[in-house]
């Protein structure tokens, strides 16, 4: 007999509802998280923002935002750069006090 479960399945993105939270979250994931991981958290925050419109503030067809985010495309900066800028978090570099 096959067990059923009542829980849902865990998306990120229904918990990405703040500028903060999506700003600690990729953070943590830059400096400490592999390219994969990367890839992972930049998709949870597009759905979290609204893929549509952020593919719009790329200025790029939705298609290619999707295309961005597969696990077979390598993160160019450039398109990281756009993806931080559309979502009004622009990258930036501090030095690590040791």
């Known amino acids: 007999m096959k067990e059923t479960s009542n829980f849902r399945e865990y998306d990120a ?8 939270l999506i700003a600690t979250y990729l953070k ?3 400096s400490e998280g592999t390219e994969s991981e990367i ?3 930049l998709s949870n925050v597009a759905r979290a923002k609204n893929m549509t419109d952020l593919a719009n503030k790329m200025g790029i067809k939705r298609e290619d ?3 961005f985010l597969s696990e077979d495309e390598n993160l160019e900066t450039t ?6 800028h559309a979502i009004g978090m622009p990258l930036n570099v501090f030095p690590v006090i040791l």
Do not use: P
């Open 28 to 30: 943590e994931v830059f």
């Open 65 to 67: 935002l999707f295309k």
């Open 39 to 41: 890839k992972i958290a």
């Open 13 to 20: 993105a229904e918990f990405l509802d703040s500028d903060e």
């Open 79 to 84: 398109n990281v750069q756009k993806f931080l």
